[in-house]
């Protein structure tokens, strides 16, 4: 199948320069969440510091360094660092701490929202949890430490009018970082390059090398900050364009309407693109869901019917 590219859609994040821990305001909860995520499934190494593979601290240490904040190397002396807050009062960007050795601190983690923390844990390498877990991490729970505070409250305007929360669970919901290895897998791109123009992917992003792929190609172009924005979510409405203008679809024949998807729409003609290729059938109760956010096995679903 003949593939063209997609448009750029992209959420704006606030811009950060780089401080000291001590010192200087910090990035947005946004620039953390999205630092934070960009590692999503580096393995589990005990004593890495690497995106060849991560220890708790190692991990911890690798993000806050993105967000130019140093932190010691253990997760022992990182407890030694930051203000105490409790349980309670956690925001995003907060450290939290477990013992699970039986003897002290022995775990770290990046508090993000909605009772979750992202972490490097063995077996799983780096990944989201509830902090609440009744059948291991909860009761490991030791406390937590504020080593600075970001800027906002977690939410940032998208380029269609919405808001988004910074706090989405990309266990479930697809990131644009992963759109994008999907998406580079389903055109059979060479993802060995991993140096791309976008000031929020580096080279050691598990992102890096599709994302620099699909810029070559055209695909991605970057926002007017000049970033990708790997941590943000896309909607389904955003989603259909996403597809309609990758693999070249054409409308074929009548499609069924959906009642939220007006004639006036601006996504109007890529849902209906979608809708009468069959890609999509909706939701099942007339609506097509476009402001919902798109989930890992949509993606895979959409993509799957889109190169048949």
Same mark, same amino acid.
């Given at each position: 199948?003949?593939?063209?590219? $997609?448009?750029?859609?992209?959420?704006?994040?606030?811009?950060?320069?780089?401080t000291?821990?001590?010192?200087?305001?910090?990035?947005?909860?946004?620039?953390?969440?999205?630092?934070?995520?960009?590692?999503?499934?580096?393995? @589990?190494v005990?004593?890495?510091?690497?995106?060849?593979?991560?220890?708790?601290?190692?991990?911890?240490? $690798?993000?806050?360094?993105?967000?130019?904040?140093?932190l010691?190397?253990t997760?022992?002396?990182?407890?030694?660092?930051?203000?105490?807050?409790?349980?309670g009062?956690?925001?995003?960007?907060?450290?939290?701490?477990?013992?699970?050795?039986g003897?002290?601190?022995?775990?770290?983690?990046? @508090?993000?929202?909605?009772n979750?923390?992202?972490?490097?844990?063995?077996?799983? %390498?780096?990944?989201?949890?509830?902090i609440?877990?009744?059948?291991?991490?909860?009761?490991?729970?030791? %406390?937590?430490?504020?080593?600075?505070?970001?800027?906002d409250?977690?939410?940032?305007?998208?380029?269609?009018?919405?808001?988004?929360?910074?706090?989405?669970?990309?266990?479930? @919901?697809?990131?644009?970082?992963?759109?994008?290895?999907? $998406?580079?897998?389903?055109? %059979? $791109?060479?993802?060995?390059?991993?140096?791309?123009?976008?000031?929020?992917?580096?080279?050691?992003?598990? @992102?890096a %090398?599709?994302?620099?792929?699909?810029?070559?190609e055209?695909v991605?172009?970057?926002?007017?900050?000049?970033?990708?924005?790997?941590?943000?979510?896309?909607t389904?409405?955003?989603m259909?364009?996403?597809?309609?203008?990758?693999?070249?679809?054409?409308?074929a024949?009548?499609?069924?309407?959906?009642?939220?998807?007006p004639?006036?729409?601006w996504?109007?003609?890529?849902?209906?693109?979608?809708?009468?290729?069959?890609?999509?059938?909706?939701?099942?109760?007339?609506t097509?869901?476009l402001k919902?956010?798109?989930?890992?096995?949509?993606?895979?679903?959409?993509?799957?019917?889109?190169?048949?």
């Amino acid at each position: 199948m003949k593939k063209k590219y $997609l448009l750029p859609i992209f959420a704006a994040f606030m811009l950060f320069a780089g401080t000291d821990s001590n010192t200087a305001e910090a990035a947005s909860a946004n620039e953390l969440t999205t630092t934070a995520y960009q590692y999503i499934g580096v393995p @589990y190494v005990y004593g890495g510091t690497t995106t060849s593979g991560l220890d708790c601290s190692g991990y911890t240490r $690798l993000v806050y360094s993105d967000l130019g904040i140093k932190l010691s190397r253990t997760s022992t002396s990182q407890y030694q660092e930051g203000k105490a807050v409790s349980k309670g009062n956690l925001q995003t960007g907060d450290l939290v701490f477990f013992n699970t050795s039986g003897s002290g601190i022995s775990h770290v983690g990046i @508090y993000i929202g909605n009772n979750k923390f992202i972490h490097s844990q063995t077996g799983d %390498g780096v990944s989201v949890t509830n902090i609440n877990d009744p059948y291991y991490w909860g009761k490991r729970y030791v %406390g937590a430490k504020r080593i600075t505070t970001f800027s906002d409250s977690g939410k940032t305007v998208a380029s269609a009018g919405e808001v988004k929360d910074a706090a989405i669970d990309f266990s479930i @919901y697809a990131s644009r970082g992963e759109v994008a290895i999907q $998406l580079a897998k389903a055109m %059979g $791109l060479d993802t060995s390059n991993t140096n791309s123009s976008f000031t929020d992917v580096k080279p050691t992003s598990k @992102y890096a %090398g599709a994302v620099a792929a699909l810029q070559k190609e055209g695909v991605f172009t970057g926002d007017e900050n000049g970033k990708f924005n790997p941590g943000s979510p896309l909607t389904r409405a955003q989603m259909a364009k996403v597809l309609v203008i990758a693999f070249d679809l054409k409308q074929a024949g009548d499609a069924p309407s959906f009642t939220d998807v007006p004639a006036s729409h601006w996504s109007h003609e890529y849902v209906s693109t979608l809708a009468s290729t069959g890609i999509t059938v909706g939701k099942g109760d007339g609506t097509f869901g476009l402001k919902e956010n798109v989930t890992l096995k949509q993606l895979a679903a959409f993509i799957d019917r889109a190169t048949r």
